[in-house]
């Protein structure tokens, strides 16, 4: 019997531009085919899981820190999970935070003997937000290796551009990226066999970019240690347990933004909307350009229903949306990702709004 290699698609794009849009487009559409996903998030509180549909599909979460760290123990340990379960599933899709470098992700399927066997990096997909890339191009070097290394790319929120801005921007991305087959979207609405089974990794153009892609095999597993010019900060989160800080600067190459902070905020209990609603607009209108992302998952009083609000910027969108289920506590949690947050502030505006203030 042959053994067809599983294939895996790395959904990625900068923090807000619609990742998750599209896989909860692929995980919902009737194409019979069973996903293994993985995602991997930036902000302690698990919301973005949480923002994934509740279908069949068993989601892994990958532990949430530095994508270095990651690459030499979850992704490659949550795979090799799965491998031994195969014929459970047809694909493996993995969602990056949108602050990852999606470079050692895609390493990973090439430099462990294991993974390697068993899986094929079918595409990048770059999910691009046709509004915020071109600013974040200029300061977040996260997002140019997101279009650099993508196969396919989905210009999404097209509904929010000019004509001009669309021409402008994706302008840019072919200045970064000439090759990857390119689509206009607006909630990334794409056939899926644009992003799915492509075949479309090629392992020769990424060595053009960048020869030293696969020489983390000479080293001991997982090291690498080259300098294209980009010094790996780490951000100001938890790495895996496993993690050994020392080795960073071993690490594969990592283009990571050190100023880029998350703020996380739970209330036991519900908030007022008549509270909550202005406030975070309020924030947002006034802090939006260092808010790159926000997003939460609020309990309102006497409503059985999660409120879930999502904001880019200064561009917010909120609905209520599926019932809170019997094992699930009613809580309310937010995440800030961005510059210079006002933590203290947030803090205390964000338990200002408690719908049943404690003493
Ligand atoms: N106007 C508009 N909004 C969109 C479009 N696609 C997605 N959004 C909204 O953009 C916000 C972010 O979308 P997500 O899919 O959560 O983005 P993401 O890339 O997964 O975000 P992170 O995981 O936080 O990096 C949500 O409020 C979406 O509803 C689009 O084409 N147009």
Same mark, same amino acid.
């Given at each position: 019997m042959s053994q067809e290699k599983i294939p895996v698609t790395v959904l990625t794009g900068y923090l807000g531009a619609g990742k998750t849009t599209l896989l909860n487009r692929i995980l919902t559409e009737d194409h019979g085919k069973k996903f293994a996903v993985i995602v991997n998030e930036f902000g302690e509180i698990g919301i973005d899981n949480e923002l994934i549909v509740d279908a069949d599909e068993e989601v892994f979460e990958m532990n949430n820190g530095c994508i270095c760290c990651t690459v030499r123990g979850d992704l490659i340990r949550i795979i090799e999970g799965l491998m031994r379960r195969k014929g459970k599933f047809d694909a493996i899709l993995v969602e990056t935070t949108g602050l990852a470098d999606p470079a050692p992700v895609a390493q990973t399927f090439f430099v462990d003997a294991d993974v390697q066997k068993e899986t094929r990096l079918d595409a990048i997909v770059t999910v691009a937000d046709a509004k915020f890339l071109s600013d974040r191009l200029k300061d977040a070097p996260e997002a140019k290796n997101q279009i650099v290394f993508a196969d396919v790319i989905l210009l999404n929120k097209t509904d929010l551009v000019s004509r001009a801005e669309l021409e402008e921007v994706e302008a840019r991305i072919r200045g970064l990226n000439p090759y990857a087959k390119l689509y206009h979207t607006k909630k990334c609405d794409i056939a899926l066999d644009k992003v799915l089974d492509r075949h479309a990794f090629e392992l020769d153009r990424i060595l053009d970019l960048d020869p030293d892609f696969l020489t983390v095999e000479e080293h001991d597993h997982g090291h690498h240690d080259h300098d294209h010019g980009h010094d790996h900060h780490h951000h100001d989160h938890d790495c895996a347990p496993d993690c050994d800080h020392e080795d960073h600067h071993h690490a594969p190459k990592v283009l990571h933004d050190d100023e880029v902070k998350s703020v996380a905020i739970e209330i036991a209990g519900p908030v007022d909307p008549d509270l909550f609603l202005p406030w975070i607009n309020e924030v947002v209108q006034r802090d939006g350009p260092d808010i790159l992302r926000s997003k939460g998952i609020l309990a309102f009083p006497n409503e059985p229903r999660r409120y879930v609000f999502q904001g880019v910027h200064m561009i917010l969108d909120g609905d209520l949306q599926r019932e809170w289920k #019997?094992?699930?506590? #009613?809580n309310s949690r937010i995440v800030f990702i961005g510059r210079k947050l006002k933590e203290k502030e947030l803090r205390e505006g964000f338990r200002a709004c408690a719908a049943f203030q404690t003493a």
């Open positions: #019997p094992d699930e506590k #009613p």
